[in-house]
């Protein structure tokens, strides 16, 4: 059947035939996108910028804090356990609902649990419990996306992308911006000193966050508006659990073997041809880990596969046919992951980058990078969603991808000419309750200048990527497939991450960024490639029903 090739989207406002009933109704999905994009947001920079911050700190070095990076690991795969929560649901709160409730209460626990984990005296206990966080918001993900992708009918979700994009960097304001000026050693001893006890440490962030997703979880149990009529996977039941134990059993054996046997081979392909090199020994190594870490994809990923025929794991198989029938499907995964992978590049050490290597002070990051940057994603998120009604889905993702290319030489200029280039200003001491600045921050030019452009582009492209995202998922499988696509697309953002690092010690800040400009290449060509089906791309409106 052929599809338009129209992707402008309608402004959400009442028409002359629309009922109030339905204008609310419209603007009640909304408002719930916003809030679950904030619930998703939250825990990311927790075990993402927050704690490399936190790490950096410690003292921790960057070839580490790039491999623990691989906490993130969970949102790479998470679409082997979506097809359970696409099959079965908790009773009680309906479709979607129950699943959200589980996930936030459980986050809050093991963010408690963080929180009283010293990363400098048990760093393998802090890993793990990091670990679990990024197993949950996963999951969550793996919900909210779902949940934004069945409530929102086709003309509303280039405004809904742009809504959830804001609710999400709202959190990270909070959780990647706020909490690095409430933990700013300068910040946290002025204070101490002016006797006014503003000071925070992480462990206090931490469980402040915790008890965040404690008041997200009674949003969704009381406020979401409930799905109905919603049409399920059939399959057996019996064969879908018996089929995610295989999957976990096939990715456990894949594991043992890229621990016992991957890691050796890895040593013997690469250590003779490191030993002529001027690394270091620990970087050498370094090397070795990773190239053992890709042999270990290379092997887990089809044993994995394997077992979900086997087992006959009917729902991750079903989803999986729906989506790779449909025209452009490989394509369009190659596309996916290389969309965001030379911005995934640039920022997966951008924190240890700015305090470390440039020297600015915690709070001078806190205020630029995660407080007047991150309103700038936000404004360029809705910037994106606005220029999508003119520009379409095909033209919107290669104007905001070539902007965010450009954004990475910010980065690169940066590291070549250091602080003091361009005029700064100084934010004055505040105090707002929730937010206190003890002293008066001096915030340099060339790191106001480079972040606004990197926020602003990266917001655009963002709002152009989820809705993309959306016009590819079938609401049948919804959670399914687009865990896998958001999966494919969190490849750069997790796996480039011990790249990064041990590429970034080994030639310099300087070439780093300039290989992470390059890295947004292939996605550019590929679009071109796809201009056609791109533009082809629309979703058939969905009916999705309200109880009051």
């Known amino acids: 059947m052929s599809r338009p090739t129209s992707t402008a989207l309608p402004p959400v406002r009442p028409s002359g035939t629309a009922s109030a009933t339905q204008w609310l109704l419209r603007w009640w999905r909304l408002l719930a996108v916003l809030v679950l994009g904030f619930a998703s947001g939250l825990p990311l920079a927790l075990t993402g910028q927050a704690m490399q911050a936190w790490l950096s700190l410690e003292g921790v070095d960057v070839a580490t804090i790039g491999f623990l990076s691989l906490v993130g690991l969970p949102y790479t795969f998470k679409f082997l356990w979506a097809p359970l929560m696409d099959r079965f649901d908790p009773p009680f709160l309906g479709r979607r609902r129950g699943w959200l409730v589980l996930t936030q209460l459980a986050l809050a626990g ?13 760093m393998q206990l802090f890993a793990l419990l990091a670990v679990a966080v990024a197993f949950l918001s996963a999951s969550q993900d793996v919900v ?12 509303e979700r280039g405004l809904g992308s742009s809504v959830a994009v804001l609710g999400y960097r709202l959190a990270m304001i909070l959780s ?3 909490a690095l000026i409430w933990t700013d050693p300068a910040n946290v001893a002025a204070a101490a000193a002016a006797g006014d006890g503003t000071g925070w440490t992480w462990p206090e962030v931490y469980r402040l966050m915790a008890a965040l997703m404690v008041g997200a ?12 009529g919603m049409v399920r996977p059939e399959s057996v039941a019996r064969n879908d659990l018996i089929g995610f134990v295989a999957v976990l059993v096939a990715v456990a054996a894949g594991y043992v073997l890229t621990d016992k046997v991957l890691g050796s081979v890895a040593s013997a392909l690469l250590q003779p041809l490191l030993e002529h090199t001027t690394l270091p020994a620990p970087l050498r190594q370094r090397w070795v880990d990773l190239l053992g870490l890709v042999l270990g994809i290379g092997v887990t990923l089809p044993l994995a ?8 794991f009917d729902t991750l198989l079903g989803g999986l046919q729906s989506y790779f029938s449909q025209p452009g499907a490989w394509a369009f995964l190659g596309f996916i992951v290389l969309y965001k992978l030379g911005d995934a590049f640039a920022g997966s050490l951008m924190t240890p980058f700015l305090l ?11 205020v630029v990078n995660k407080v007047l940057g991150l309103w700038l994603t936000i404004g360029g998120a809705l910037l994106g969603g606005a220029l999508m009604v003119r520009l379409g889905l095909w ?11 450009a954004s990475n030489l910010g980065f690169w200029w940066l590291s070549v000419h250091g602080k003091g280039v361009l005029p700064g200003l100084t934010v004055p001491a505040f105090d707002w309750g929730f937010l206190h600045l003890a002293q008066a921050t001096p915030v340099d030019g060339g790191l106001l200048m480079v972040i606004a452009f990197e926020n602003l582009s990266g917001g655009m492209g963002t709002a152009a990527f989820v809705a993309f995202l959306m016009s590819l998922t079938s609401q049948r499988f919804s959670a399914t497939q687009y865990a896998l696509l958001s999966a494919f697309a969190s490849v750069g953002r997790v796996w480039v991450g011990p790249l990064a690092g041990v590429l970034a ?9 300039i290989v992470s400009t390059f890295a947004a290449l292939p996605a550019l060509w590929m679009l071109w490639g796809l201009r056609a089906t791109v533009q082809a791309l629309e979703v058939d409106p969905a009916t999705v029903a309200l109880d009051d």
């Not at 909210?144 to 003309?155: K, Q, S, W």
């Open 395 to 405: 033209r919107s993702l290669l104007l905001f991808g070539v902007l965010q290319m």
């Open 110 to 122: 093991v963010l408690v649990l963080m929180a009283d984990t010293s990363p400098k005296t048990s």
């Open 176 to 178: 990647g911006g706020v």
């Open 217 to 228: 979880a009674v949003v969704s149990a009381l406020a979401m508006p409930r799905l109905k």
């Open 305 to 312: 596969a394997w077992a979900a025929r086997k087992a006959r």
């Open 356 to 366: 470390k290597a440039m020297a600015y002070g915690s709070a001078e990051v806190g």
């Open 505 to 513: 010690e080994s030639i310099g800040w300087p070439s780093f960024f």
């Open 144 to 155: 909210i996306d779902a949940y934004r992708t069945d409530v929102l009918p086709a003309a």
